[in-house]
């Protein structure tokens, strides 16, 4: 049982350069997520997915866009990388049992 | 106002110290109340939940206060261990999403 999986661990871009995110988890939840974590700043929603074929943007939704393949995987892709989506990125799912949010291990992306 | 509030710290505290962080949301209509723990470079993870009678889980404890829109966690005897970023985090409203709102997190260092 390995939880929520994040690849890859760390990323480096130019700007203008695409690339996607990869999310996974093995628990069987309906909801996942995709935050962005800043320096100053609580986690900041981008996208969400309430269960498999539905997403809707939150709260910094522009720039991103996201792909609920299947119950298990939930990516987010960069179209266009721009130096302000440099930041931590974390997907997460929901045990709605005990109302708890599961996080992966991060992405920390760099766009110079 | 941010909808979710947090003194950033650092708090320093010796081994053995009592510490209590506040939150403040502001959000009435808020229906539940969470902390949750992130080491450094780490992904969040739940803490506790945070019941309106209050609750405790060995050395924390946590109270919610509706009338004023805050929450607090107390942590008796701190341990070296316990140092990491406390995040408070509240569920706006029952939804079929679960949407989180995040603070910014206090930052506690516990030292010998």
């Known amino acids: 049982n390995a939880g929520v999986t994040q690849t890859p661990k760390f990323q480096v871009l130019k700007t203008g350069q695409s690339m996607t995110l990869q999310c996974a988890q093995d628990m069987n939840h309906n909801s996942m997520y995709w935050y962005r974590q800043d320096p100053g700043m609580g986690l900041r929603l981008i996208y969400y997915?309430?269960?498999?074929?539905?997403?809707d943007k939150g709260e910094v939704p522009n720039g991103y866009n996201v792909s609920r393949l299947n119950k298990r995987e939930f990516s987010l892709r960069l179209e266009s990388a721009a130096p302000s989506q440099t930041s931590v990125y974390f997907c997460?799912?929901?045990?709605?049992?005990?109302?708890?949010?599961?996080f992966g291990p991060g992405t920390r992306l760099t766009v110079l | 106002r941010k909808e979710v509030e947090q003194d950033p710290g650092p708090f320093n505290v010796p081994e053995g110290a009592t510490v209590a962080f506040n939150c403040t949301y502001s959000?009435?209509?808020?229906?539940?109340f969470f902390w949750y723990r992130q080491d450094c470079r780490k992904e969040p993870k739940l803490l506790m939940s945070?019941?309106?009678s209050g609750n405790e889980d060995g050395r924390f404890t946590a109270q919610l206060n509706r009338a004023s829109q805050y929450i607090s966690l107390l942590i008796r005897d701190s341990k070296l261990s316990d140092s990491a970023t406390y995040l408070c985090v509240v569920r706006p409203f029952s939804g079929g999403y679960n949407k989180l709102i995040f603070g910014a997190g206090t930052r506690l260092a516990v030292h010998p």
């Open positions: 997915s309430a269960s498999e074929g539905t997403t």
């Open positions: 959000n009435s209509a808020s229906q539940s």
């Open positions: 997460a799912s929901l045990d709605r049992n005990t109302d708890t949010q599961y």
């Open positions: 945070v019941y309106s």
